[in-house]
Nanobody
Framework: QVQLVESGGGLVQPGGSLRLSCAASKSIVSFYAMGWFRQAPGKQRELVAIITSGGTTNYAGSVKGRFTISRDAAKNTVYLQMNSLKSEDTAVYYC?????WGQGTQVTVSS
């Protein structure tokens, strides 16, 4: 069973940046689509960004131009670089592939 472990969340001021990491327990990041989702209090979980096995990326409209998803196959890790953060980006961020989810990492954007 593959496990996904997120890290890199925290408290950041509006306009700041964070980089989230998702470490997989097996060498899968180049073979399966990997996605980042987020869930804010009282809201449904939503897709933020996805990278396919072929390397194609797609983003939610609300983060396009500010967030970048990438992967490092040698490290079995997927990243989410988040720039120009806004208060509405505050949420728990989850890494996903297929039916497998990480435990989530909290991102809070506040002054």
């Amino acid at each position: 069973q593959v496990q996904l472990v997120e890290s890199g969340g925290g408290l950041v001021q509006p306009g700041g940046s964070l980089r989230l990491s998702c470490a997989a327990s097996k060498s899968i990041v180049s073979f399966y689509a990997m996605g980042w989702f987020r869930q804010a209090p009282g809201k449904q979980r939503e897709l933020v960004a996805i990278i396919t096995s072929g390397g194609t990326t797609n983003y939610a409209g609300s983060v396009k131009g500010r967030f970048t998803i990438s992967r490092d196959a040698a490290k079995n890790t997927v990243y989410l670089q988040m720039n120009s953060l806004k208060s509405e980006d505050t949420a728990v961020y989850y890494c996903n592939t297929g039916l497998i989810w990480g435990q989530g990492t909290q991102v809070t954007v506040s002054s």
